[in-house]
């Protein structure tokens, strides 16, 4: 079938190798590789945080240049124990803990350094890698950018998108007490966390409908209601209020005050103009940080990578830095 990407987008391929990674405290994380086996290593790192990573994905990577590997992070998608599950301990679900899920599955798959490729979430989660491990990443193509600094998080979750979607913003709030609205994550988090679904599953779907709504440019409802199956939206929901309630265990402003760091890595930012999750300001102050990066401010896009003028800058950016990694094999085999 068809789709509005055929023509921007690499066609659809299948893994040739899937598996589970034990990374301890019982959690066991899915992973699958395609395209080439002996190809240029990227790693897909998804959004949500608790989305999953998605089959479509693969298509923004020439298959004959790049050898793709994806995974669910922990308590997402096909890893287990899932985020939904009563008994599902997030103690052990931290920004650290998922750093260090990718260095274990790096090592496994003895892979030297590899592209880091995500967006919202999976763009936090890639600075916060290539951060810690600058010596392990080769490039980084980032979009919808998220650092998770407070006051990104309360434009979200706190009222400050409630200017531009008061009608959204309404059925968010409708499941929280009128006494406990003053501070929405900590309230969200005792409905998420309760173990009556009559009180979390409402709760999540509310979550899971605000932040789905406002993610693409124009309404797209056949699409949220996808999302708003119990079990999926209990996850993602639990996963993200534990996230933002914590502030991804970063210091305010972390990942932006330390790309000295990274500042000599080949990266592109990709950015829709009209993101209402990640407004502008904080791909901007990237940006401003790290003008070394190439930077592509989309004119007519939102969040989703699916919208057209970001996919086609992500397919760019990824055959870029394939046709230079190609450059540098020729240029060594010729010396």
């Given at each position: ?42 790693v ?13 994905y ?25 985020a ?20 274990l ?61 008061p ?32 009180v ?85 102050d ?36 394939a ?5 540098e ?7």
């Amino acid at each position: 079938m068809m789709t509005h990407l055929d023509g921007i987008l690499y066609p659809p391929i299948k893994p040739y190798e899937t598996g589970e990674l034990i990374v301890g405290d019982g959690q066991r994380v899915h992973w699958e590789q395609s395209g080439s086996p002996d190809g240029k290593p990227v790693v897909v790192l998804h959004g949500g945080p608790g989305s999953g990573s998605r089959g479509s994905y693969r298509r923004f990577f020439d298959p004959d240049v790049y050898r793709i590997v994806q995974l669910d992070q922990r308590g997402a998608g096909r890893s287990t124990p899932p985020a939904h599950e009563p008994e599902a301990d997030l103690r052990h679900n931290t920004t650290w803990h998922l750093v260090a899920d990718l260095e274990l599955l790096r090592r496994n798959l003895a892979i030297e350094q590899w592209q880091l490729f995500g967006g919202s979430w999976g763009s936090t989660l890639a600075l916060a890698y290539a951060e810690a491990h600058p010596q392990l990443v080769s490039e980084l193509v980032l979009w919808s950018i998220f650092t998770l600094r407070r006051h990104e998080i309360e434009w979200m979750y706190e009222g400050g998108a409630a200017a531009i979607y008061p009608d959204l913003w309404e059925e968010f709030i409708a499941p929280i007490p009128v006494l406990e609205r003053a501070r929405l994550l900590e309230a969200y988090h005792r409905c998420l966390t309760d173990p009556d679904p009559a009180v979390h599953v409402p709760a999540a779907v509310a979550w899971t409908r605000w932040t789905a709504s406002l993610a693409t440019l124009l309404p797209q409802p056949e699409a949220v209601e996808k999302l708003l199956k119990p079990s999926r939206a209990v996850a993602s929901a639990r996963l993200q209020n534990h996230y933002f309630l914590n502030g991804a265990w970063l210091e305010e402003g972390q990942l932006i005050a330390r790309v000295d760091s990274i500042r000599h890595l080949p990266a592109a930012i990709v950015q829709g103009r009209y993101d209402i999750c990640a407004p502008p300001m904080t791909a901007w102050d990237l940006h401003r940080a790290w003008p070394e990066a190439d930077f592509t401010m989309v004119p007519d896009a939102a969040h989703l990578a699916s919208e057209p003028g970001i996919a086609a800058a992500l397919r760019a950016a990824t055959d870029r830095f394939a046709a230079a990694s190609v450059s540098e094999e020729l240029g060594s085999l010729v010396e």
